[in-house]
């Protein structure tokens, strides 16, 4: 079973930075592919990044590439996403995940999901 937790979030103004963690534990992390997913009032849980377990390869979202940068420190047994130029529309809970799967992109890929944290962009 593996436990996870996101740090990081809060408030930031349009075209600010802000670093969000996601610290493992209770499993093997660096046998995970993991990813990022974020959920916005009244809209569906998107994805937003992943990075594979096998090759360290990265996905990105459309709405996120080139501002997003996924990463992870297997010797920490951390996640972290690094999102850059924030905008308005990138207000949403965020949320990690541990998937199995090696290149997983969608939700129901994933294993076990942390608790949110979240990122509010003021315009």
């Known amino acids: 079973q593996v436990q996870l937790v996101e740090s990081g979030g809060g408030l930031v103004q349009a075209g600010g930075s802000l670093r969000l963690s996601c610290a493992a534990s209770?499993?093997?992390?660096?046998?995970?592919?993991m990813g990022w997913f974020r959920q916005a009032p009244g809209k569906e849980r998107e994805f937003v990044a992943t990075i594979s377990w096998i090759s360290g390869s990265t996905y990105y979202a459309d709405s996120v590439k080139g501002r997003f940068t996924i990463s992870r420190d297997n010797a920490k047994n951390t996640l972290y996403l690094q999102m850059d130029s924030l905008k308005p529309e990138d207000t949403a809970v965020y949320y990690c995940a541990a998937s199995g799967v090696v290149v997983p992109m969608r939700s129901y890929e994933y294993d076990y999901w942390g608790q949110g944290t979240q990122v509010t962009v003021s315009s």
């Open positions: 209770g499993g093997t992390f660096s046998s995970y592919s």
